[in-house]
């Protein structure tokens, strides 16, 4: 009997709920990312993500890796970006803790999981990403980074997690945008950096996510 074929696209009530999910990744980005989720976890390895916020692509990762029988990872200390924070664009004051005065997704990100079903498929590592980076000891399939916009934390992202990838995994970056106009520049000069390292090949391109495959040594 022939072995059953990955899925190529969600189901329908998984796209529901990342479509019902707080946050930014508009759909056919989403459904790139679906993709290659389901090419890195056939090599039995975790999917990792860096940048939770409220869960919306991180239902997609958990999904992908449901059916492949691993696990999804994802990495954020919950109190939003630089561009997240009260007076900027992307601020959203619901997402604040009245208590302490800050941002804290985390409530939002569970309550995400829980309607979708998919809680006992995510690890959540609550806290900064470099500190969880140098901790991890484990190979992946997958680095998926969408966490702060600055030269600081993006670099800090590439730097600490893609040399957890395994052979053959995937690197996947979001909001890549070679123009200026167009977005921050971060995120687009570790692909940049990624690219011209030689130890990564671009395989696919969606609006701004780009995924890159491990085909050589290095950063």
Do not use: N
């Not at 901790?135 to 992202?157: M, R, S, Y």
């Not at 893609?162 to 053959?168: D, E, R, S, T, Y």
Request: some cysteine; overall charge negative; aromatic content about 6%.
């Amino acid at each position: 009997m022939a072995a059953p074929t990955a899925p190529t696209a969600p189901q329908p009530e998984i796209l529901a709920a990342f479509e019902a999910a707080k946050g930014f990744m508009p759909v056919d980005e989403g459904l790139a990312l679906y993709g290659a989720a389901v090419e890195a976890a056939a090599l039995g390895l975790p999917l990792l993500e860096v940048g939770t916020y409220c869960g919306r692509s991180t239902i997609l990762l958990a999904d992908a890796a449901r059916a492949a029988g691993v696990m999804a990872v994802t990495v954020d200390h919950h109190r939003g970006s630089e561009e997240q924070q009260p007076g900027w664009e992307y601020h959203d004051p619901t997402v604040v803790d009245p208590e302490v005065g800050r941002m804290d997704t985390l409530p939002a990100f569970r309550r995400t999981l829980h309607a979708a079903g998919l809680e006992e498929q995510v690890i959540a590592l609550v806290g900064r990403s470099p500190q969880a980076a140098a901790v991890w000891a484990a190979p992946v399939g997958l680095v998926f980074i969408d966490g702060g916009h600055t030269d600081e934390h993006a670099t800090a992202d590439y730097e600490g997690w893609a040399p957890h990838l395994a052979p053959g995994g995937l690197l996947v970056i979001h909001d890549v945008f070679a123009d200026p106009a167009d977005g921050g520049q971060a995120p687009y000069r570790i692909y940049r950096r990624a690219l011209e390292s030689g130890a990564f090949t671009e395989v696919a391109t969606r609006g701004s996510l780009h995924v890159l495959r491990r085909t050589g040594a290095g950063l």
